[in-house]
């Protein structure tokens, strides 16, 4: 197991490196700091080269780790796989956190093509791309920790949500299949599902039609859900729901799938519709 003998400050350790998605901002840069603050070195993957470098700076500062900003579009596949793959080259990769993601919001029927396919380039095109591109490398090293990041969302579909819901979902079914495959090689394959977290995800998701009135319920800190990956990745958990409202919110959609739907049909406000 990779993580388990960190504590006992054993030199291997020290080179093993954490490349996390969606690093420049929000539950990303929350988890990157974590990682380094354990000694972690770090790439550091998003669009914002600026934030990136700001954010590897601060790190290497304070801990006195490697972190190389990695400029990476998702939405183009092929080219973040092979970035990737670059820059993990003869380094021990001791976990993968795929994390980018945007969100859309509105009826399906209202929301406009290439926004649902921006959705689906970077949720799930992307997540795919740079989980391709490191397996290869856990593979060779008999090791390696994958967490993919879902939603509580992922796991009980909201209204209003679809495509955002489709692409969480999918990666829960993604992770059941490679966790099976990559079980030779002892390779930890980890969902995480954060309930609503605060972070600026929402004042940068796409609007198809505007959002009358936000639901009033508990949100999590980005830090919350950092703890919540570092957890996944230490004991390789096959899922970690992040929060109590999270968690229960989980139960009744599995186990109550009809009280579910009444209860969300009833509390979600519906947008203003033709
Ligand atoms: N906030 C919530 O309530 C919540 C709840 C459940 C799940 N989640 C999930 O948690 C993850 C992180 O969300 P967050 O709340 O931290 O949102 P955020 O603050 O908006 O951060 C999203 C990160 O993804 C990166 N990103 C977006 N599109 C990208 C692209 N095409 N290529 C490369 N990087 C891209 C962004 O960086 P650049 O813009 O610099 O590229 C940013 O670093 C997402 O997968 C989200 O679905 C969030």
């Known amino acids: 197991m990779v993580f388990s003998d960190r504590s006992q400050?054993?030199?291997k350790y020290n080179r093993q490196t954490v490349l996390i998605t969606g690093a420049s901002e929000g539950i990303g840069r929350a988890t990157a700091r974590l990682f380094a603050a354990q000694g972690y070195h770090l790439i550091l993957l998003a669009r914002n080269l600026a934030r990136l470098e700001e954010l590897a700076a601060e790190l290497s500062a304070q801990h006195a780790v490697d972190c190389t900003p990695l400029q990476a579009d998702v939405q183009d596949a092929e080219e973040a796989w092979q970035r990737i793959g670059h820059v993990i080259e003869g380094k021990f990769l001791a976990a993968a956190i795929i994390n980018a993601g945007?969100?859309?919001?509105?009826?399906?029927?209202?929301?406009?093509?290439?926004?649902t396919a921006r959705l689906l380039r970077t949720n799930l095109d992307g997540a795919l791309a740079c989980t391709r591109a490191v397996l290869p490398v856990f593979r060779?090293?008999?090791?390696?920790?994958?967490?993919?990041?879902?939603?509580?969302i992922g796991k009980r579909a909201l209204p209003y949500?679809?495509?955002?819901?489709?692409?969480?979902q999918a990666l829960h079914g993604f992770a059941d299949a490679i966790r099976l495959e990559?079980?030779?090689?002892?390779?930890?394959v980890g969902v995480v599902c954060p309930a609503r977290t605060a972070t600026a995800f929402f004042e940068r998701m796409t609007y198809a039609v505007p959002?009358?009135?936000r639901r009033n319920i508990p949100t999590d800190s980005p830090e919350t859900v950092?703890?919540?990956v570092m957890h996944c990745v230490r004991l390789r958990r096959r899922e970690v729901v992040v929060s109590m409202v999270g968690k229960l919110?989980?139960?009744?959609g599995y186990h109550f799938p009809r009280l579910s739907d009444y209860l969300l049909y009833r509390n979600v406000p519906r947008p203003e519709t033709p």
Not at 103 to 109: D, H, K, M, R, S
Not at 140 to 152: D, E, H, N, Y
Not at 161 to 166: E, I, K, L
Not at 249 to 252: R, T
Request: glycine share 8%.
């Open 249 to 252: 919110f989980s139960f009744v």
């Open 211 to 213: 959002q009358k009135s």
């Open 9 to 11: 400050g054993n030199m």
């Open 161 to 168: 949500n679809a495509v955002y819901c489709a692409t969480k």
């Open 102 to 115: 945007v969100g859309l919001y509105g009826p399906f029927a209202e929301t406009k093509w290439e926004d």
């Open 140 to 152: 060779r090293q008999r090791a390696g920790s994958l967490v993919l990041i879902s939603s509580t």
């Open 182 to 188: 990559m079980k030779p090689w002892d390779v930890h």
């Open 226 to 228: 950092a703890r919540a």
